[in-house]
Each structure stands twice: as structure tokens, then as C-alpha cells.
């Protein structure tokens, strides 16, 4: 009989989300959460298929994790997240590599999968049909990532419908869905009752939220717009109905983004003041060729508004250097908008093309590698730049910080982070972790502050 499962986790925030829903199912089921491979019969792999890089890393992975399997340190494998629909399940099966592989839609199969192999019924099982339903809606997640108990995800929304050109995401986690409001305040209500002081709301495209009691796929609601809840309202709710939680959100894609998003988190002091605003790139011919629905202009303008309402609002981005034709007039564009706009920090990554998408199969994946590690390194060395000087302007201010835990670096020092997302560290005198503190910032690095208690 299988007993004890243990999930290694790969990619984004939402996965370490996914893992806490199959936390719950297996659970449930009276399966054992270990965290330690070696007491595993179940080992489940959540994968991410973003870029080419990621996937390799599973891949060697699979290599060792199949070292072990075979050595009868634990009896079944399987994958599942965004690599599913993409790997050769066949060829893995056939190796005795994998037992089964489960797309992100289907983690409720997963018991019905775990008894059909203690009954010897069914050897290698393979779902990864996508839903356009399915939010786990109903699963209340198992926290075991974040000890400390202070911050939280909640997914509010599964899925993505934009078809950007370079991106597998609507592919590996299908059609964009929505979570019921009342489950997600449900969820955030019950969070905070447990002692979280922050949840991070999460979904590939947070503010093209939409909810309607009828029928949850956004394509049929649109027509009922009187009886739906877009993304600013269920952001007022949340925030009313929990005034003392943190609230912050991500990824806002620049094209949905409405005025009422950014009154809202105006009005409230618990929606942190931080926007993860992917822009991509800063020339317009590789926005329009990325299917991005906005221009350089009109990104510009969001973000003025943005900083006319909320001065004090800080701004990331992701962007990707090297997509498919670029130039260097293009890359010369991307710069001189991070000059204009000067992010407070930001993720950038290396263009690679992903079998699947629109890119791959239209466009030329023309530039080489070495010149898109030069311009990404000029990327990182403008945001170090901008980063430090943003970070420098906090000095001799007093930041209001939410304590996260014990510093890396330095066991005599927290570390915690402001409404605005910068990392602050600073000695632990008598607060305790999960205190919201003033904190008077003395020195910076390009990545973090650094201060001392205020009382
Ligand atoms: N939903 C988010 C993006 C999720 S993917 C949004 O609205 O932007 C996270 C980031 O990975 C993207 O913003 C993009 O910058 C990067 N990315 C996606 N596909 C990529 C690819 N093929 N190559 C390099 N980076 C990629
Ligand atoms: Fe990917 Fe674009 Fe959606 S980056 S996740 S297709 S918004």
C-alpha cells in the first residue's frame, strides 16, 4: 500500500499554490505528506515549462530521481504541472522512467489513480486534459511551505486566454477561469484566523478577473455584465472584509488593468503599493509581434497614471531579451523605456523558443545566443543601477515592515518586506516574526535596506 507522498516543486508561485490543493487531496485520501524523499513510495514532480531551461533541469532530474526509483527507494514517479501536456509520456512510460503523468486540471484524479495502482489494476496512467471549470474552488490548501505562518498565495484565477506568441502558459493550463469570490474571501478569512498577515492574490493575469454566479467562463458572461465581479471589486471586498490583512496581487497584465484597479488600491491602506507590470519589451514592432495588446505608448500611459494616483506606488516588470527578429534599434527601445520608467526591480530571462507556440512556428528564432546574454546582461546592469538608486531615496524614512523571518545572511537579523515589495533587514531586537514594525532605514544595496527599530 502506498502511504507517504513527497512533491518537488518547480517554477512559479503558482505551482507552490497547486502543491498546497494536492496536499489536501492526497491528505484527505489518507495519504502522508513527507518531506523527505527517502521515506516516499509517491514521488510527484511539478513542473514547469516556461522555458527551454526549465524543462531541462526535470529532465536531468528525472535521470537521478529514476536512480533512486530503481534502487526500491520508492515505488512510483509521476510528473505533473505545465510538462505533462509536453512530455513523451510514452517514451518514459515504456522506459519505466514515469507511472504517470497528470495535467494541472486534473489533481482530483489523483486518488482514484493511487488506488488503482495499490490494486494492481492499471500500471501507467496519463490525464492532462484541461478544464474549462476546474479552480479547485472548493479545496482548501495544506500551508506546509511557509512555516513561519506570515504570508500566503491565494490563486484566484486558473489559466490564461491572451496568447502571447512566445508563451506555452495557454497551452500547459488552458483557458482562463475564475475562482468564486466568496471561497477566495473564504480562503483569505480562514488564512487570517490561522495567523497569516499577508496573502498574495495569484493568477497569470489577475486583473481580467471576472466572476458570474451563472456560469464562470468568461467567454458566455461577458453579455451579464450587471451580475459579475471583476477583479477591483473583489480587491475591495477582500480589503474590507480584512482590514488588518496585507493584500498584494500579481501578474497584472498592462492591456487589462483598468482605472478602477488603481483607485481601489488607493483607497485602501492594506493593498500594498507595488504593481508587477510585465512590459516585455520597449519597441513596439516586438510588442505587436508578441500578440502584447499594448503599445509602448500606452504602457507609458498606465504607468503615468498609475504614479499620478499613487505616487508612492513601486513597479517590476518581467522582459525577455533576444525574441525572435529583434534588433538592437528594438533593444535600444527596451532600454530607454527602463530609463523612462525606472522600475524599482525586475525579471528578466533570455528569449527561448518553445515548441507550441505562435513563435515557434511563424517566426525565426534569429538571434544568437551570445548577443541575448549581452543585452540581457545590459538589462541587469541598468536595473542594478535604477534598483539601488530607487532603494537609496528610502533612507532616513521609516518604513512600515511586515517581519518574514530570520535574515539569511545574518541570524541576528530579520528580514521582512514594506508595502512597496522592498526587502528590508534589520537586527531582531524584541519584535517576533509576523509583527508589522516601524523601521528606520539607514543603508541600501542595490537589492535590499537595511535599518534599525523604531519603537
Ligand atoms: N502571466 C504573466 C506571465 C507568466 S510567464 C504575464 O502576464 O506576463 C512569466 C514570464 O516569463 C513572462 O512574463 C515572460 O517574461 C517570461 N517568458 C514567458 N515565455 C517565455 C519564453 N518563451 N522565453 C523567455 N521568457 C519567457
Ligand atoms: Fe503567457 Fe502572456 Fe498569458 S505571457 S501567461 S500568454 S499573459
Known amino acids: 500500500m502506498l502511504k507517504n507522498f513527497y512533491i518537488e516543486n ?50 536531468n532530474r528525472l535521470l537521478f530521481l529514476n536512480s533512486i526509483k530503481k534502487k526500491k527507494k520508492f515505488f512510483l514517479l509521476g510528473i505533473i504541472g505545465c510538462m ?11 522506459k519505466k522512467i514515469l507511472d504517470f503523468v497528470i495535467g494541472p486540471d486534473k489533481y482530483r484524479e489523483l486518488p482514484n489513480i493511487i488506488k488503482s495502482f495499490n490494486n494492481n489494476d ?27 505562518k506570515v504570508t500566503s498565495f491565494v490563486t484566484i484565477s486558473r489559466g490564461c486566454d491572451n496568447m502571447c506568441t512566445f508563451c506555452v502558459v495557454p497551452f500547459t493550463r488552458g483557458r482562463e477561469r475564475s475562482k468564486s469570490p466568496n471561497n477566495i474571501i473564504k480562503e483569505c478569512n480562514k488564512l487570517y484566523n490561522m495567523g497569516y498577515k499577508e496573502v ?33 471589486q473583489l480587491l475591495e471586498k477582500i480589503s474590507k ?15 487589462d488593468m483598468s482605472l478602477d484597479v488603481i483607485k481601489i488600491m488607493k483607497k485602501y491602506d492594506n493593498i500594498c503599493k507595488y504593481i508587477h507590470l510585465p512590459v516585455q519589451s520597449g519597441s513596439n514592432r516586438i510588442l505587436k509581434l508578441m500578440n502584447r495588446k499594448y503599445t509602448r505608448m500606452e504602457y ?24 525572435c527578429t529583434e534588433t538592437e534599434k528594438d533593444h535600444l527601445d527596451t532600454l530607454n523605456i527602463m530609463k523612462y520608467i525606472k522600475y524599482d526591480f525586475g525579471y528578466m530571462f533570455c528569449y527561448s523558443h518553445r515548441k507550441g507556440t505562435y513563435a515557434f512556428k511563424k517566426l525565426k528564432d534569429n538571434v544568437p545566443i551570445i548577443i541575448k546574454k549581452l543585452r540581457l546582461k545590459e538589462i541587469i546592469n ?15 524614512t521609516i518604513q512600515e515592515v511586515l517581519i518574514e523571518g530570520i535574515s539569511k545572511k545574518d541570524n541576528n537579523y530579520y528580514f521582512g518586506r514594506n508595502s512597496q515589495n522592498s526587502v528590508i ?23 535590499t535596506l537595511i535599518g534599525e527599530l523604531k519603537n
Not at 505533462?84 to 515504456?94: E, L, M, P, T, Y
Not at 541598468?382 to 532616513?396: A, D, F, M, T, V
Open 10 to 59: 518547480y517554477g512559479c508561485q503558482m505551482n507552490i499554490y497547486d502543491n498546497e490543493i494536492i496536499i489536501s487531496i492526497l491528505t484527505k485520501n489518507n495519504l502522508f505528506y513527507v518531506n523527505n524523499i527517502y521515506k516516499a513510495d509517491l514521488v510527484l514532480i511539478n513542473t514547469c515549462s516556461i522555458r527551454e531551461k526549465a524543462e531541462e533541469t526535470i529532465y
Open 84 to 94: 505533462a501536456k509536453r512530455i513523451d509520456s510514452k517514451f518514459f512510460f515504456k
Open 122 to 148: 492499471n500500471r501507467y496512467f496519463y490525464n492532462i486534459i484541461l478544464s474549462n471549470e476546474e479552480t479547485y474552488s472548493d479545496i482548501f490548501p495544506t500551508k506546509l511551505y511557509n512555516y513561519n
Open 200 to 232: 498574495t492574490l495569484l493568477g497569470q493575469n489577475v486583473d481580467s478577473y471576472l466572476w458570474c454566479k451563472k456560469n464562470h467562463i468568461k467567454k458566455k458572461i461577458i453579455k451579464e455584465k450587471n451580475k459579475t465581479i471583476n477583479f477591483s
Open 241 to 255: 472584509s480584512l482590514p488588518n490583512m496585507r493584500i498584494r496581487f500579481c501578474t497584472s497584465n498592462p492591456q
Open 300 to 323: 507609458i500611459k498606465l504607468v503615468e497614471l498609475i504614479k499620478n494616483i499613487i505616487p508612492n506606488c513601486s513597479l517590476s516588470y518581467d522582459i525577455i531579451t533576444g525574441f
Open 382 to 396: 541598468l536595473q542594478r543601477k535604477h534598483s539601488y538608486l530607487k532603494l537609496k531615496k528610502y533612507i532616513n
Open 425 to 447: 533587514v534589520f537586527p531582531k531586537n524584541k519584535s517576533k516574526i509576523g509583527d508589522l514594525v516601524n523601521v528606520k532605514i539607514i543603508s541600501n544595496t542595490s537589492a
